[in-house]
């Protein structure tokens, strides 16, 4: 299993990236696939998750600002992030959560860092 994330980088508050995980190792369109966070000093934090049905979920304070999407054709998993706030300053890992547990993961990525600053 390889999940590669990228994307990531300095933007100030306000803005707006788009993280990409590419995977690869694994039926990728039966999975359920998470996005997840660590900032500095603190713990992992869940941001999102997506069913292979295409369901989305998220953490509450990401409602409405943040956008997970998949194309299977591509074996990749989309996070728009949208409204940036400093706090949301993190390494975001692409995970495979374990089964029925957005907070817990078989496998995740290398992480890509997201600098939320002016």
């Known amino acids: 299993v390889q999940l590669v994330e990228s994307g990531g980088g300095l933007v100030q508050p306000g803005g707006s990236l788009r993280l990409s995980c590419a995977a690869s190792g694994f039926t990728f369109s039966s999975s359920a696939m998470s996005w997840a966070r660590q900032a500095p000093g603190k713990g992992l934090e869940w941001v999102s998750g997506i069913k292979s049905d295409g369901s989305t979920y998220y953490a509450d304070s990401m409602k409405g600002r943040f956008t997970m999407s998949r194309d299977n054709a591509k074996n990749t998993v989309y996070l728009q992030m949208n409204s940036l706030k400093p706090e949301d300053t993190a390494v975001y890992y692409c995970?495979?959560?374990?089964?029925?547990?957005?907070?817990?993961?078989?496998?995740w990525g290398q992480g890509t860092q997201v600098t939320v600053s002016s």
């Open positions: 995970a495979i959560p374990k089964r029925n547990n957005w907070y817990d993961y078989d496998y």
